[in-house]
């Protein structure tokens, strides 16, 4: 896997990344591009909109908001493009490290199990062998228990189906 190139940002520059096209996040000090993930975010992209351009570092561990999970950081992960600098350094600079040019294959990768769906079902959320739109339509989860059940992704080597064979 060829490896990807991470730059070097200011503050200010990822500032300007807040928008639905763009949009950036800073997270320890690391520039993360979640304009693709937004939709996909399972608080909304009108959350991630609110933060866009700043950093996230509290507020993702803030237990009165929303304390995120280690899967949420392994996806965060894969969404690195860069460090933050405090002077301004122009975005094309490569970040070097001790090794020599900084890659992907230094950040950390997500690679998924898959889900044994009957233990999955002793937590009784849903149930991937069923069409899950009308599970979750008729569901009666708390907010807690939905949060909880969401940032522990299943995984399976098929698609799960949303609707009823027809």
């Given at each position: 896997m060829p490896g990807r190139i991470l730059f070097r940002y200011t503050r200010e520059e990822v500032a300007k990344h807040n928008t639905r096209k763009k949009l950036w996040v800073i997270h320890n000090n690391k520039v993360y591009d979640l304009t693709e993930f937004a939709l996909d975010h399972p608080g909304g992209a009108d959350v991630l909109l609110e933060w866009g351009g700043r950093d996230v570092t509290k507020i993702m561990t803030d237990p009165a908001s929303h304390e995120h999970t280690k899967s949420a950081y392994e996806l965060l992960a894969d969404s690195c493009i860069g460090e933050v600098v405090d002077n301004a350094v122009v975005s094309n600079t490569q970040i070097k490290n001790a090794d020599g040019i900084f890659d992907e294959r230094t950040v950390d990768k997500f690679h998924p199990e898959?889900?044994?769906?009957?233990?999955?079902?002793?937590?009784?959320?849903?149930?991937?062998?069923?069409?899950?739109?009308?599970?979750?339509?008729?569901?009666?989860?708390?907010?807690?228990?939905?949060?909880?059940?969401?940032?522990?992704?299943?995984?399976?080597?098929?698609?799960?189906?949303?609707?009823?064979?027809?």
């Amino acid at each position: 896997m060829p490896g990807r190139i991470l730059f070097r940002y200011t503050r200010e520059e990822v500032a300007k990344h807040n928008t639905r096209k763009k949009l950036w996040v800073i997270h320890n000090n690391k520039v993360y591009d979640l304009t693709e993930f937004a939709l996909d975010h399972p608080g909304g992209a009108d959350v991630l909109l609110e933060w866009g351009g700043r950093d996230v570092t509290k507020i993702m561990t803030d237990p009165a908001s929303h304390e995120h999970t280690k899967s949420a950081y392994e996806l965060l992960a894969d969404s690195c493009i860069g460090e933050v600098v405090d002077n301004a350094v122009v975005s094309n600079t490569q970040i070097k490290n001790a090794d020599g040019i900084f890659d992907e294959r230094t950040v950390d990768k997500f690679h998924p199990e898959t889900t044994d769906i009957k233990s999955d079902l002793n937590e009784k959320f849903l149930n991937l062998n069923k069409p899950l739109f009308a599970q979750m339509f008729n569901c009666n989860f708390s907010k807690e228990f939905y949060l909880k059940q969401i940032h522990q992704p299943r995984h399976l080597p098929y698609s799960a189906r949303l609707f009823a064979k027809g």
